[in-house]
């Protein structure tokens, strides 16, 4: 057994939080391919309400973490951004929204994957190996991202691919860390 030594502060002790992020990102990813054009509109009014809980799950973890990890302030930056821009998707037209909406998920993909990214390689000074395959997963989440905002409008269907792929692989990733970040919380008595 590893040592237990104060390390990161209590990065691990929310492990449920990117569980819950996780879930969601997948859940809505297949819902991309199950129902692309059918459910733009509504698609659009459940990203913003969930990118306001996932605002207020990020302001619960920083406030949990103030002065015991030094990453707290991003949570509440990301949270911040996110809280943002679910309101600002609630307070638009109909017809502007899916616009709108398609720039703001690819935009927040891309923020949410490079913020993950931070997050990995924090935990991966107590348990590295997992990392490379983490940062491949994200990697290829901002590849996809990059392509469906290179030019949203033309790809059609191609669009809610890169769009559902992104979730996937993103999602993936958060149930992947927050699977990790259980086990070393077990296995450090959460110290980490």
């Not at 619960?60 to 030094?70: E, H, I, P, Q, R």
């Not at 998707?89 to 998920?105: A, G, H, K, R, Y």
């Not at 490379?132 to 994200?138: E, G």
């Not at 905002?149 to 809610?160: D, I, M």
């Amino acid at each position: 057994m590893k040592e237990k030594t104060p390390y990161y502060g209590s990065l691990t002790r929310l492990w449920w939080i990117p569980m819950v992020t996780g879930v969601l990102s997948v859940a809505f990813g297949i819902w991309c391919f199950c129902s692309p054009e059918a459910s733009l509109t509504v698609f659009a009014y459940l990203f913003a309400a969930c990118m306001v809980v996932a605002a207020l799950l990020n302001f619960v973890y920083a406030f949990l973490n103030t002065g015991k990890d030094s990453g707290w302030g991003w949570a509440l930056a990301l949270g911040i951004l996110e809280l943002l821009a679910g309101v600002w998707l609630f307070s638009l037209p109909q017809i502007v929204l899916v616009d709108t909406f398609i720039f703001v998920i690819g935009i927040w993909i891309i923020v949410a994957a490079i913020n993950s990214i931070c997050e990995a390689c924090v935990l991966s000074s107590v348990s590295p190996g997992w990392m490379v395959w983490m940062i491949l997963l994200l990697f290829v989440t901002i590849v996809f991202a990059v392509l469906f905002l290179s030019n949203p409008v033309v790809g059609g269907v191609a669009v809610w691919l890169y769009i559902g792929i992104s979730l996937i692989t993103f999602g993936v990733f958060r149930i992947v860390f927050a699977v990790k970040a259980k086990q070393l919380n077990n296995e450090f008595d959460g110290l980490i």
